[in-house]
């Protein structure tokens, strides 16, 4: 039986603070004991005693509002799961998603009072679908509910983050996770000219790879290399929702100095700091040798197809489209790059889910400045990805351009960032790319003159003033003649 008593003070005490206004405090942000953060209220959540079944009727009310506006119970979980379902390329199912929140709240046992309240048990082994899908959300909600009747220090809001990040856990891809609203605020105030260290790294197990150091940069000078594994950052891990931590740090957040832990590519582990001091980052940069321009490009970014255009129509040998190291960017401007050179034929494709769906890129010949028979050489390496391995992959497919240095980084996939209404938010791996007629991109562009010279870029050069012409044939034998050069 109920206790009658208990119920009626229940009921009073919602009805004072729907009257009052009165609300929980948000998560305190402290980031250095996030770990303690997540862990505390889960070990009180876990060791309730018998909640009444009020809980549940408090469950399927309508969702009480913070003083900011923002919902108190549910929503944000929900509104968690139909990002995930909608915009991550490859989602668990629902139930799966919502078997990760509860064991969150509740341990992978899932043996705690709280949860297995008044029913509401997890369902059977081989029940799925919506019956599956109903049983897992009946039990978050009632932990949820129950919860906040037996710890007056409990805010919905922080439990809900808990289950958000777990969810997110759940796709098991270290290039997606829940961002912490004092982080993203940090991100978030990232001024759009501050470039950071200079560092592109790409997230994964218990890491962060170095993608790209960028010439000039702090990260430069202080000898950081592709392919090295940044462990730690400023004391802290990099996974989970460190990692995020972890990446704003990089990216500036954090001030003008960071420490970083990183294994070498032989395991050795060192330890490094990188102060801040202003470099110059240019998205692309132009320079002639001679008849040749070497078309320098960090980021496909405003003007580049432009920039590429006015050295076609100035005449001259050739084109080297130096890649190294480039990634992100405008989209519409690379395949404005790429109108120029293929005037037509399949570029590549991406692939997202939703509404969006997939979408072809397809070269189109232009009115000027198009360049059918210029000799064209690219210069890659492993930190070419992204947009840049599309067009390489498309010249190279084309036969258009000469390829000459390491193979790319096989990078096919894009992020995208959900910001929620409290301050928080969420990435996903939200889109794949292809190559030309859906060739995937996964294992990297191979060059055609695979070659570790550091001044690449000059044996490009050499390349293009030996060629007898532009096509494929000519460029293979010039290649060969300009490595046999000193």
């Not at 297995?116 to 109903?134: L, M, Y």
């Not at 100035?314 to 960017?329: F, H, P």
Request: glycine fraction near 10%; include cysteine.
């Amino acid at each position: 039986m109920f206790n009658s008593t208990f119920v009626i003070d229940v009921l009073v005490d919602v009805l004072q603070e729907a009257r009052t206004g009165r609300r929980c405090h948000g998560a305190p942000d402290v980031v250095p004991k996030i770990e303690l953060e997540l862990v505390r209220p889960m070990k009180r959540l876990r060791n309730m005693r018998f909640v009444p079944a009020v809980a549940i009727v408090l469950a399927l009310l309508p969702s009480a509002t913070r003083g900011d506006g923002v919902d108190v119970t549910v929503p944000l979980v929900e509104k968690t799961l139909r990002f995930l379902q909608t915009s991550a390329l490859d989602p668990p199912s629902e139930a799966a998603m919502l078997r990760a929140g509860v064991i969150r709240l509740c341990g992978e046992e899932m043996s705690g009072p709280g949860c297995r309240i008044n029913g509401f048990k997890p369902p059977k082994k081989g029940v799925s679908g919506p019956d599956a899908n109903r049983a897992w959300r009946h039990l978050l909600e009632s932990t949820l509910a129950a919860s906040s009747l037996s710890d007056p220090d409990f805010d919905k809001v922080v439990f809900q983050r808990y289950v958000m990040d777990a969810m997110v856990q759940s796709l098991a891809d270290p290039a997606s996770f829940y961002v912490l609203p004092s982080v993203y605020r940090k991100i978030s105030s990232i001024p759009s000219d501050f470039v950071g260290f200079g560092l592109r790294v790409a997230p994964e197990e218990g890491a962060l790879r170095i993608l790209a150091v960028h010439e000039g940069s702090p990260a430069w000078d202080a000898g950081l290399l592709h392919g090295e594994k940044i462990t730690a950052v400023n004391g802290q891990g990099v996974d989970g929702v460190r990692r995020p931590i972890a990446l704003a740090a990089i990216w500036g957040a954090d001030g003008e100095e960071i420490d970083l832990e990183v294994e070498r590519a032989h395991g050795a582990k060192k330890k490094i700091s990188i102060h801040y001091e202003p470099w110059r980052f240019d998205p692309f940069t132009v320079e002639r040798r001679g008849d040749i321009a070497i078309v320098r490009v960090r980021y496909f970014g405003q003007g580049l197809a432009d920039a590429v255009r006015r050295q076609l129509i100035g005449g001259g040998m050739g084109i080297v489209l130096d890649l190294r190291d480039a990634g992100g960017g405008d989209e519409g401007e690379m395949l404005a790059v790429a109108d120029l050179f293929l005037g037509e034929g399949s570029v590549g494709a991406k692939q997202m889910r939703g509404d969006l769906g997939n979408r072809c890129w397809a070269a189109r010949r232009g009115d000027e400045g198009e360049s059918l028979d210029t000799p064209l050489a690219l210069v890659v390496n492993r930190g070419t990805s992204g947009l840049a391995e599309v067009i390489a992959m498309a010249l190279r497919r084309h036969n258009r351009a000469l390829l000459v240095g390491q193979p790319t980084a096989g990078m096919d996939t894009l992020e995208t960032i959900r910001p929620f209404k409290d301050g928080s938010a969420i990435q996903v791996t939200s889109t794949r790319l292809f190559g030309p007629s859906s060739a995937s991109l996964a294992g990297g562009v191979l060059p055609h003159l695979k070659t570790k010279r550091s001044a690449v870029a000059d044996l490009a050069v050499k390349v293009l003033e030996l060629a007898k012409g532009h096509d494929m044939e000519s460029l293979i034998k010039a290649a060969h003649r300009a490595v046999d050069l000193p």
